[in-house]
């Protein structure tokens, strides 16, 4: 996840929400082993629909107050142009962590 100027017309972000799921062994056996012809059709919607079900699926929302601290901002905004606040999201299981850094883009 990235940043661009302009992105965000209140400034930077205090939170962020992050949503995923964890495939349950039955999603994870059904749409890897189900031939594209049928777990594409029309008729495996149901199925689909029972196995997604079966999928943990969690939200979390990141303070992002401590992880855009202001020398990182200052690192961004001495080459402004050239530069983007790079975040990079790491899922462990139920939980989730962010890490910031700057990025050099050209």
């Given amino acids: 996840m990235s940043f661009m100027p302009g992105d965000t017309k209140g400034g930077i972000p205090q939170s962020v929400e992050v949503e995923w799921f964890l495939h349950s062994k039955e999603f994870s056996d059904w749409s890897n082993n189900t031939p594209s012809e049928i777990k594409y059709s029309s008729a495996s919607d149901e199925i689909y629909k029972k196995l997604q079900a079966t999928n943990a699926h969690y939200i979390q929302r990141v303070d992002l107050t ?41």
């Fill in 66 to 106: 401590s992880i855009l601290n202001p020398e990182l901002i200052e690192k961004i905004q001495a080459d402004r142009l050239n530069t983007q606040l790079k975040m990079i999201i790491i899922f462990r299981d139920d939980k989730v962590g962010i890490t910031a850094e700057p990025y050099k883009w050209r």
